[in-house]
């Protein structure tokens, strides 16, 4: 089973989590990604590109269910205006084992911030900046190259 949202509407971690564990497994892992307020940020503003993104983010799943044996993947994302303390992102994955759960949901998000077309823009007070991709992000997704 692979969900798929990238939504306006907030993030309902308790339906999420439950359709995962009805699934079956052993193991549910889950990530949740929360708006910071570093630096002063009053806003985020998450722009997406309809049907690409959706795709990518099935690709990804697709893709840990290639690499697992998983149960079930989840991948929820929000777009639109945030605040701090909103929910952005939420991940989970459902498998007979933790190791597997656990593994494929840090490959998920490792992979969401590099394989996934999301455009961020931050507001600080009245002045506003598009967020730049980090080398941080590359280097974490680029682990899981090569790896089996």
């Known amino acids: 089973m692979i969900r798929v949202s990238v939504q306006p509407a907030p993030i309902e971690l308790g339906i999420e989590v439950a359709a995962l ?18 630096d002063g940020v009053t806003e985020l503003m998450l722009e997406h590109y309809p049907g690409m993104t959706e795709a990518a983010l099935v690709n990804l799943a ?3 269910f290639e690499r697992w044996e998983l ?3 989840t991948i929820v994302h ?25 593994e494929a ?3 998920l998000i490792d992979r969401l911030k ?15 900046r598009w967020v730049e991709a980090r080398g941080s992000d590359a280097d974490a997704a680029g ?4 790896e089996d």
């Open 21 to 38: 564990e009805e699934r079956g497994a052993g193991g549910v892992a889950t990530f949740t990604g929360v708006v910071r307020g570093d």
């Open 62 to 64: 697709e893709a840990a």
């Open 78 to 102: 929000r777009i639109g205006a945030m605040v701090p303390g909103d929910r952005i992102v939420f991940v989970g994955t459902a498998a007979s084992h933790r190791k597997e759960a656990l």
């Open 143 to 146: 682990k899981w190259d090569g």
């Open 114 to 128: 590099t394989d996934a077309p999301f455009w961020k823009r931050e507001k600080l007070g009245g002045e506003s």
């Open 71 to 73: 149960k079930g993947v």
């Open 105 to 107: 949901c840090a490959y």
